[in-house]
């Protein structure tokens, strides 16, 4: 459910009640953080309580519309902005990433939005055009997988092309964030996804028990594992979205020696 309230200079901010008791709520205000600090347009998400109901508090952006999902009528500025946007996407463990998840602002760039899912399979996701949680719901596929996808099957429009190098500002920008400043970012929605046992949980529990060789670990020592792992993640970007580029045959010499 959503509520609108009316803002100052006649803005409309969406309210987002959490059934996880804020958790969610953090978990999307960080990544939207994460989006905005690595270069990436995002829109501004705050953990409120209103009405006695915990969620998220962000800005409507009016005269917007959802990317129009066919391939062929993507341009290349829209497929370099969805590159771009899947190292963000999996930095922060959102695959939600559909079409509808992102607007077409009016001056034609292209925002993600709706970051609720972030985080939600840490630990258990994998980078690559195959895993799509979500499918089993009958939700569709992220916009990069189906970039990729038009690009082997040859429907994207004449002349546009997958530019893997097109990621490589986002992935500096985020190897930029100190690991202190990044977890401090994320220590909210650490916290409160341990102490309310949200769908991350079990993996870094069992990541936890093995760094602390006991049964049954602290929320705190959950938490910090969901940390640890957040900040290896970031640091593997690059390494990372060289084999997820060669692994899809769309690296080259070039490509190679910029992704180190």
Same mark, same amino acid.
């Given at each position: 459910?959503?509520?609108f309230?009316?803002g100052?200079?006649?803005?409309? =901010?969406?309210? /987002? +009640?959490?059934?996880?008791q804020?958790a *969610?709520?953090?978990?999307?205000?960080?990544?939207?953080?994460?989006?905005?600090r #690595?270069g990436?347009p995002a829109?501004?998400?705050?953990?409120? &309580?209103i009405?006695g109901?915990?969620g998220s508090?962000?800005?409507?952006i009016?005269? &917007?519309? +959802?990317?129009? +999902?066919?391939?062929?009528s993507w341009?290349?500025?829209?497929?370099?902005?969805i590159l *771009?946007?899947?190292?963000?996407a =999996? @930095?922060v463990?959102d695959?939600?990433?559909?079409?509808?998840?992102?607007l077409? &602002?009016?001056?034609?760039?292209?925002?993600p939005i709706?970051?609720g899912?972030a $985080?939600?399979f $840490?630990?258990?996701?994998?980078?690559?055009?195959t895993?799509?949680?979500? %499918?089993?719901?009958g939700?569709?596929?992220?916009?990069?997988?189906?970039a990729?996808a038009? #690009?082997?099957? %040859?429907?994207? !429009? /004449?002349?546009?092309?997958?530019?893997p190098?097109?990621?490589?500002?986002?992935i500096s920008?985020f190897e930029?964030?100190?690991?202190?400043?990044?977890?401090s970012?994320? !220590?909210? &929605?650490?916290?409160? %996804?341990?102490?309310?046992?949200?769908? =991350?949980?079990?993996?870094m529990? @069992?990541?936890a028990? /093995?760094?602390?060789?006991?049964?049954?670990?602290?929320? @705190?020592?959950?938490?910090?594992?969901?940390l640890?792992?957040a900040?290896e993640?970031?640091n593997?970007l *690059?390494?990372?979205?060289?084999?997820f580029f060669a692994?899809? %045959?769309?690296?080259?010499?070039?490509?190679?020696a910029?992704?180190?």
């Amino acid at each position: 459910k959503k509520v609108f309230f009316s803002g100052p200079e006649a803005s409309t =901010w969406m309210f /987002k +009640p959490d059934k996880a008791q804020g958790a *969610r709520a953090h978990a999307e205000a960080a990544a939207s953080e994460l989006l905005g600090r #690595a270069g990436l347009p995002a829109v501004p998400v705050y953990t409120r &309580t209103i009405g006695g109901q915990k969620g998220s508090l962000q800005p409507f952006i009016s005269g &917007t519309g +959802p990317l129009d +999902p066919a391939v062929h009528s993507w341009s290349q500025a829209d497929v370099d902005a969805i590159l *771009r946007y899947h190292v963000g996407a =999996w @930095a922060v463990g959102d695959h939600d990433g559909k079409p509808d998840n992102v607007l077409r &602002t009016v001056g034609g760039g292209l925002v993600p939005i709706d970051q609720g899912q972030a $985080f939600k399979f $840490f630990g258990s996701d994998h980078l690559g055009t195959t895993y799509h949680p979500n %499918g089993a719901y009958g939700v569709g596929r992220p916009v990069y997988h189906q970039a990729y996808a038009a #690009a082997k099957g %040859g429907t994207l !429009a /004449k002349g546009v092309r997958i530019r893997p190098e097109a990621a490589l500002p986002v992935i500096s920008a985020f190897e930029a964030i100190p690991d202190a400043q990044y977890r401090s970012i994320l !220590a909210g &929605t650490a916290h409160e %996804g341990a102490r309310h046992k949200v769908s =991350w949980y079990p993996a870094m529990r @069992a990541r936890a028990a /093995k760094a602390h060789s006991v049964l049954s670990p602290t929320d @705190a020592q959950v938490a910090e594992a969901f940390l640890d792992h957040a900040c290896e993640r970031k640091n593997r970007l *690059r390494a990372d979205f060289a084999g997820f580029f060669a692994a899809e %045959g769309l690296s080259n010499e070039a490509l190679a020696a910029q992704m180190g």
